[in-house]
């Protein structure tokens, strides 16, 4: 079985350290039947895994982010994969 699992945000919105941490705990849950990968959002939302950024706009960014979340779980679908989920508390997305 082959599983993507999605940071909740674009490549370059984690610091360098957090992004590679969150990675690497993604990929650890593989097993020899199954491929755990990681990946990030298509594209930057706006929307902060921290809540930091965007406060002028808040369901705009989060409203992009599941756009930009569901174009990602398409896309693993075309790629081979068996299931996507987002990674985190928030489910970006999933509505």
Known sequence: MKIL?????GRGVYPKEAEERRLNLMRSYSTPSTQVDADYMPDV???DPWGRGNRAAPAAAEARAAELSAQRAVQ????????FCPFGLRDIGVR
């Open 76 to 83: 693993a679908e075309g790629e081979g994969y068996d299931a």
């Open 45 to 47: 939302s706006g929307f």
């Open 5 to 9: 699992c999605m940071l909740p945000a």
